[in-house]
């Protein structure tokens, strides 16, 4: 079981990020993915999903600003994030959805000014 996350960083309110997320065959195919998110003090909570079909869904709080997408053949996912704002600062993850047991160490976006 591996779930490894990337492309976090630092930057600027209305900055972008593209996060990847490469995972083992036995959690990425044929299954619903997405992007969870843990802010300093919070919950961790659900924001963008993609089916194996491709069908995506998002948080009210990243319509429009956020992209799933994922690569079949690649065993990977990946996370387009434009118009970052002070709020989506945290710790992004990525697993299955409903998720399971095994979280991978996530990787750190931070907005600041």
């Known amino acids: 079981v591996q779930l490894v996350e990337s492309g976090g960083g630092s930057v600027q309110p209305g900055g972008s990020l593209r996060l990847s997320c490469a995972a083992s065959?036995?959690?990425?195919?044929?299954?619903?993915m997405g992007w969870y998110r843990q802010a300093p003090g919070k919950q961790r909570e659900l924001v963008a999903v993609?089916?194996?079909?491709?069908?995506?869904n998002y948080a009210d709080s990243v319509k429009g600003r956020f992209t799933i997408s994922r690569d079949n053949a690649k065993n990977t996912v990946s996370l387009q994030m434009n118009s970052l704002t002070l709020e989506d600062t945290g710790v992004y993850y990525c697993?299955?959805?409903?998720?399971?047991?095994?979280w991978g160490q996530g990787t750190q976006v931070t907005v600041s000014s």
């Open positions: 697993n299955n959805k409903p998720a399971t047991a095994y």
């Open positions: 065959r036995s959690i990425f195919n044929l299954r619903t």
């Open positions: 993609i089916t194996s079909g491709g069908t995506t």
